[in-house]
């Protein structure tokens, strides 16, 4: 795989790694869907230039923007609020090990819906990824990580994780016509209406008192998770293979791992080494298998049919 892809989707990753320690510092102060709605704001006023560009350019058909809209709800605010909701109902390790049925949903709907192939590596790049990412946050089901969580916000965040798979799986079609920023542009913008909702509907719910601390976390999810994050995993997909991206999903429990080791001084275990080693040999046996897909700007010929109708959205 060429580096470029490599480096953004890294980053991307490290970024979404963090974001685990960054919402639970900002839910210190802030309920969890007038979170969502705050960070995504920031990120709608970030992503402007771009949005004005995709409007005034006119290159997004009707159809694109069936598409744009099934991105903007079901792959970026149904997920984010069910995340969100679901961690703080239930804790941010399971959130970390529940978010690995993110990219095994990928790997087999890149499969169903986009005819991409599932060779012996990537398969067995997934499994050492979801093994490294289960012995971390699970820590070998040792007493420590025994409590009893939430069953709904578990369901919460399994199924966030089932629908941040669609954001690739329904998004990948339209790189092929739309630029990455702007595709991330209007479907952030188009996200904070039903997040919005939520938030209005919300409203009237018991909340902690956001302070200075609270505001700056807030701040830095919408920025650089939001914003920066959308921005990179697009750009990384416009050039390959969905599926192939799943395995770097599996870099956000290692990072989370380390962020608590930095920040809340959590203790490194004989788990988190192992799980750490597995999680880098499938990064690094995904990369070798990743076949870079060259860019398709909305000029370029229309996509393949079997892409084109597999997701009729």
Request: proline letters at 5%.
């Amino acid at each position: 795989m060429r580096a470029r892809p490599l480096i953004l989707l890294i980053a991307c990753n490290a970024l979404g790694g963090f974001s685990y320690c960054a919402s639970a510092w900002a839910m210190r102060g802030f309920a969890p869907v007038p979170l969502v709605f705050w960070r995504t704001l920031v990120a709608v006023v970030l992503f402007a230039p771009w949005t004005v560009r995709a409007l005034r350019s006119g290159g997004i058909s009707a159809g694109d923007w069936m598409r744009v809209a099934a991105v903007a709800v079901f792959g970026y605010a149904a997920p984010l609020l069910m995340g969100t909701i679901g961690q703080s109902a239930s804790s941010a390790t399971n959130a970390v090990l529940l978010n690995a049925v993110e990219p095994l949903s990928l790997v087999l709907m890149s499969a169903a819906f986009l005819g991409e192939r599932l060779g012996a590596r990537r398969i067995a790049s997934i499994a050492a990824g979801f093994i490294g990412a289960a012995a971390i946050v699970s820590q070998g089901f040792s007493s420590q990580t025994a409590a009893s969580p939430s069953v709904r916000g578990d369901m919460l965040l399994a199924l966030g994780g089932f629908c941040w798979a669609l954001h690739s799986v329904i998004g990948k079609d339209l790189l092929r016509r739309i630029g990455a920023m702007e595709l991330s542009a209007v479907t952030i913008t188009l996200s904070l209406l039903p997040i919005a909702a939520a938030a209005f509907a919300a409203r009237g719910a018991a909340a902690p008192e956001a302070g200075p601390a609270s505001w700056l976390w807030m701040a830095f999810l919408g920025v650089a998770v939001t914003f920066l994050s959308t921005a990179l995993w697009n750009l990384g997909l416009q050039e390959v293979d969905a599926s192939a991206l799943a395995n770097i999903i599996f870099l956000q429990p290692l990072v989370g791992v380390l962020a608590g080791v930095v920040f809340l001084h959590d203790r490194v275990t004989a788990w988190t080494g192992v799980g750490g080693a597995l999680i880098l040999a499938g990064v690094f046996a995904a990369s070798r298998d990743m076949r870079a897909e060259p860019a398709h700007p909305a000029s370029d010929a229309a996509p393949p049919a079997a892409a084109e109708t597999a997701f009729p959205v």
